[in-house]
């Protein structure tokens, strides 16, 4: 165990709580069998929550003819993804938006990642050749990356020297960079943080191994699989945390699992371009 990961680890111990709602939320999200019921009642106990969300709802984005004045309706209109992204952006808001040095990225990039790569999950999703829950797919999207806002701050100004071990085949990847720098790569920091934040399964295995899905219970590889595309998918379509853009390697046994052409890849970007266009413009408002 070098210092650096010592340092990490009280870093992760460090970072802050989720919210007791986001976490019931959490718990409802994984849940196969949970109504909208479910979600609506728990928003209707958090007065924050139920602030924000009709404000978004009531706002110039939607440009509604007649105001939304209650919960139902608006978790309705807006759908349970968005009641996620509102309760994750809430608890961990500074985290999410702080630009990524150790990754040369900007400010909010690592968030914008992270969105995109939720909306793509779910359509993902939608290919797999066996039932799987969209909703579960855009939230583990949604957190996959998380361990970045913490391990970014030991990899400053290590970008080019990661980079440049990819380029000369020293290295396989940017996980392996991270590996070698600091002692620990992103998704087992997010992985930690998962664990501190009790996230439910399989929301800690989904962010621990969205670059290696194949490792996973047979019976999760799908969503992983998903999680795994939609990260990807969102590297192609521009929406990078920085100098690891599409510096990862594509699983192709996704195919095992999802029925995916060169065709899809087009479709999702251009669905998801939109869908995230407007959840973007729509928490901007807060």
């Given at each position: 165990?070098?210092?650096?990961?010592?340092?990490?680890?009280?870093?992760?111990?460090?970072?802050?709580?989720?919210?007791?709602?986001?976490?019931?939320?959490?718990?409802?999200?994984?849940?196969?069998?949970?109504?909208?019921?479910?979600?609506?009642?728990?928003?209707?106990?958090?007065?924050?929550?139920?602030?924000?969300?009709?404000?978004?709802?009531?706002?110039?984005?939607?440009?509604?003819?007649?105001?939304?004045?209650?919960?139902?309706?608006?978790?309705?209109?807006?759908?349970?993804?968005?009641?996620?992204?509102?309760?994750?952006?809430?608890?961990?808001f500074?985290?999410?938006?702080?630009?990524?040095?150790?990754?040369?990225?900007?400010?909010?990039?690592?968030?914008?990642?992270?969105?995109f790569?939720?909306?793509?999950?779910?359509?993902?999703?939608?290919?797999?050749k066996?039932?799987?829950?969209?909703?579960?797919?855009?939230?583990?999207?949604?957190?996959?990356?998380?361990?970045?806002?913490?391990?970014?701050?030991?990899?400053?100004?290590?970008?080019?020297?990661?980079?440049?071990?990819?380029?000369?085949?020293?290295?396989?990847?940017?996980?392996?960079?991270?590996q070698?720098?600091?002692?620990?790569?992103?998704?087992e920091?997010?992985?930690?943080?998962?664990?501190?934040?009790?996230?439910?399964?399989?929301?800690?295995?989904?962010?621990?191994?969205?670059?290696?899905?194949?490792?996973?219970?047979?019976?999760?590889?799908?969503l992983?699989?998903?999680?795994?595309?939609?990260?990807?998918?969102?590297?192609?379509?521009?929406?990078?945390?920085?100098?690891?853009?599409?510096?990862?390697?594509?699983d192709?046994?996704?195919?095992?699992?999802?029925?995916?052409?060169?065709?899809?890849?087009?479709?999702?970007?251009?669905?998801?371009?939109?869908?995230?266009?407007?959840?973007?413009?729509?928490?901007?408002?807060?």
């Amino acid at each position: 165990m070098t210092m650096d990961t010592d340092k990490i680890r009280r870093a992760i111990q460090e970072a802050p709580l989720l919210s007791a709602n986001t976490s019931r939320l959490m718990q409802i999200m994984v849940d196969p069998d949970h109504a909208m019921a479910d979600v609506v009642q728990l928003v209707k106990v958090d007065a924050v929550l139920t602030a924000r969300l009709l404000r978004i709802v009531n706002s110039s984005v939607f440009n509604l003819l007649m105001p939304v004045k209650s919960v139902d309706r608006a978790v309705g209109y807006l759908g349970e993804r968005m009641v996620v992204s509102l309760a994750m952006a809430d608890s961990v808001f500074k985290m999410l938006k702080k630009p990524l040095t150790g990754y040369e990225s900007r400010p909010g990039d690592l968030w914008r990642h992270d969105l995109f790569s939720a909306f793509a999950a779910r359509e993902v999703a939608g290919y797999a050749k066996s039932k799987l829950e969209g909703d579960l797919a855009y939230t583990g999207g949604l957190l996959h990356d998380i361990g970045k806002a913490i391990i970014s701050d030991f990899l400053q100004g290590t970008a080019e020297r990661a980079t440049e071990g990819i380029d000369r085949g020293e290295k396989i990847d940017y996980l392996a960079a991270e590996q070698e720098i600091v002692g620990l790569d992103h998704t087992e920091v997010g992985y930690e943080l998962a664990r501190k934040w009790k996230l439910p399964d399989p929301l800690p295995h989904l962010i621990r191994h969205h670059h290696q899905p194949s490792v996973v219970d047979e019976d999760l590889r799908p969503l992983a699989y998903a999680v795994h595309l939609g990260d990807i998918i969102a590297m192609m379509a521009g929406y990078d945390t920085g100098s690891d853009a599409l510096q990862y390697q594509l699983d192709s046994s996704y195919v095992e699992y999802i029925n995916f052409s060169r065709d899809a890849l087009g479709e999702i970007i251009l669905a998801v371009g939109d869908e995230f266009q407007q959840e973007e413009e729509s928490l901007a408002v807060l």
